[in-house]
């Protein structure tokens, strides 16, 4: 009888175990997501080298690609590297409908437009390689900043010698004349003579307000 009576209570503590892992689970694809630039793009099981950008606007993938590569039937993205055990798969729908904005972020971030054609690639669903799969909705998600997006990366790359030392600080990573190309809740983006490196927030901040005020700390800290 008191099992029974215990069993709402039980079924409630399970769904909040289930949707704080799912949250994590989406956190961690956020953050994989972010924290490279580059992965294995495959069409129909043939794999190409593949640079992106997350679309700040829409939180799809910016990528420059091949022709024929819109003939595909199916398209993975492996993140970091088709390995084995790679932590990220994403399936994508490959579209040419694309911003110049979103074309201009890309080179913001690579310099180069290593393919002819400009693409979106937008989620239809991610796979973890724990075992985890999130739908579009949950990971394919316009940046919480996108108001404050420029004014932000320009706040970051008025003291380009305190943005170098900050890196060295959070990322362990020295980067010479860096410059700050994006940034959203969970950190952001520093271009440097061999890439983008990603420098996290200690923290997750909430909105562009702490942003600021994290910075000014972090900057402060280091001048």
């Known amino acids: 009888m008191c099992d029974e009576l215990n069993q709402p209570s039980r079924d409630r503590l399970n769904d909040q175990i289930r949707d704080e892992d799912q949250q994590l689970a989406i956190e961690r694809v956020h953050r994989l997501l972010h924290t490279y630039t580059e992965g294995t793009l495959l069409v129909d099981a043939l794999p190409y080298d593949q640079f992106y950008m997350i679309d700040p606007r829409t939180g799809a993938l910016v990528m420059s690609i091949e022709e024929d590569m819109l003939d595909g039937q199916d398209i993975v993205l492996v993140v970091p590297q088709d390995l084995f055990r790679a932590p990220l798969r994403l399936s994508l729908e490959l579209s040419t409908s694309i911003e110049e904005e979103a074309c201009d ?53 008025n003291d380009r010698k305190a943005l170098r030392e900050v890196c060295k600080l959070l990322s362990k990573t020295d980067i010479e004349e860096p410059t700050a190309v994006g940034i959203d809740p969970l950190g952001f983006d520093v271009r440097g003579p061999f890439g983008v490196v990603r420098v996290e927030f200690p923290a997750r901040v909430t909105d562009a307000r702490q942003a600021e005020e994290v910075l000014a700390a972090l900057f402060g800290g280091v001048s």
């Open 105 to 157: 972020r890309y080179l913001a971030y690579h310099q180069n437009q290593h393919n002819p054609i400009w693409a979106h690639g937008y989620i239809n669903f991610a796979k973890l390689d724990s075992g985890e799969v999130l739908n579009q909705h949950e990971v394919q998600r316009p940046n919480e900043f996108i108001s404050e997006h420029s004014g932000l990366c320009r706040k970051l790359n």
